[in-house]
């Protein structure tokens, strides 16, 4: 079975320092997709970014950027530039289309200070 | 393009009453989830439905939990009787289907249980 694991249930930074959510996973699949999302009080997870594991280039989506270790099932978030809209709850997730199961990690929760 | 919309937004019940929680997906896709996510956890998943087939519902609690999408569209889940510890966030997420992953997710139904 297919495990997501964050070892860090809360992290701080300073508003525009950069910071890196941790994240890693158990699969014995080949093809597969790793995703982090945000869930702010609100309850509405947005997906922040995606990345495809047959792809090496790590995937970036503006201040959002991804360390992907296929190898040691490492799935690292980077957030540049902090603001303090980031703040929220940070969940990396897993999907196969073995199954179509999308499977989340505990979620790490990262306050931004002004 | 409306999100995937879910009603009600909250919903306080005492123990041993009925609830019924409803989700209308996005336009177009087949694939339907509902997650449950109790304070301060990931979500994790209750029941999976391909168009109106439900592919997989090995975590759904068929004593008292129950699911169903007619026509492939929108979906109830419903809970007989709830108990204490159900209260929790019920999410539910759609795509497309196939090898587009992206599941996009409603605001989810806060139920509170007395």
């Known amino acids: 079975a297919q495990t997501v694991t964050q070892s860090q249930p809360e992290m701080s930074v300073q508003e525009a320092e950069t910071v890196t959510l941790s994240c890693t996973y158990d699969?014995?699949?080949?093809?597969?997709?790793l995703f982090w999302y945000k869930q702010p009080p609100s309850r509405q997870m947005i997906l922040v970014i995606r990345q495809e594991a047959y792809k090496q280039q790590n995937a970036t989506e503006n201040r959002f950027s991804v360390n992907f270790q296929k190898a040691a099932k490492s799935f690292s978030l980077k957030i540049s530039d902090s603001q303090l809209g980031d703040a929220a709850m940070y969940f990396c997730a897993y999907f196969t289309g073995a199954n179509s199961k999308l499977t989340f990690g505990k979620g790490i929760t990262l306050s931004v200070r002004p | 393009e409306a999100g995937v919309v879910q009603s009600p937004r909250y919903k306080i019940i005492e123990k041993k009453q009925p609830v019924a929680f409803w989700c209308n997906p996005i336009?177009?896709?087949?694939?339907l989830y509902w997650y449950l996510q109790n304070l301060g956890q990931g979500p994790e998943l209750l029941i999976r439905y391909e168009n109106e087939e439900a592919v997989d519902d090995s975590q759904l609690p068929k004593d008292r939990f129950s699911a169903e999408r007619l026509k492939g569209v929108d979906s109830t889940l419903k809970i007989q009787p709830a108990e204490l510890g159900d209260s929790a966030v019920y999410l539910c997420?759609?795509?497309?289907?196939?090898?587009?992953?992206?599941?996009?997710f409603g605001q989810g139904t806060r139920l509170t249980v007395v």
């Open positions: 997420a759609s795509s497309r289907g196939g090898l587009n992953t992206e599941a996009f």
């Open positions: 699969t014995s699949e080949s093809d597969y997709y």
């Open positions: 336009s177009g896709h087949n694939t």
